[in-house]
Nanobody
Framework: QVQLGESGGGLVQTGGSLRLSCAAS????????MGWFRQAPGKEREFVAA????????NYADSVKGRFTISRDNAKNTVYLQMNSLKPEDTAVYYC????????????????WGQGTQVTVSS
């Protein structure tokens, strides 16, 4: 059982930065693959980034490569998403998820979800 809670969202200008945090509770956190999705108004939820349970392998959506970095600190039961060079099209509710990652083909299927944190990027 894993419970997740996101924080760190807010309002920033184009080109700014934010760091999202996802705090987890539950003894199984360390063996769960983790990642982030986002959903903008009127659009489907889309994959953003994922990281293996041991922190050794990451995957990013093409739209955020070179700008976003996912990391985790299992000792603190926390996963992070560092977002730099933000654009208005990054505006969305960002959700943290925990679940298995498959490599070929890549797929991230969260079993547990946080409630989301709003990120708004103004022009």
């Amino acid at each position: 059982q894993v419970q997740l809670g996101e924080s760190g969202g807010g309002l920033v200008q184009t080109g700014g930065s934010l760091r999202l945090s996802c705090a987890a509770s539950g003894r199984t956190f360390g063996r769960n693959d983790m990642g982030w999705f986002r959903q903008a108004p009127g659009k489907e939820r889309e994959f953003v980034a994922a990281i293996r349970w041991n922190g050794g392998r990451t995957n990013y959506a093409d739209s955020v490569k070179g700008r976003f970095t996912i990391s985790r600190d299992n000792a603190k039961n926390t996963v992070y998403l560092q977002m730099n060079s933000l654009k208005p099209e990054d505006t969305a509710v960002y959700y943290c998820g925990a679940g298995p990652i498959t490599i070929a083909p890549f797929r991230f299927s969260p079993r547990y979800w946080g409630q989301g944190t709003q990120v708004t990027v103004s022009s």
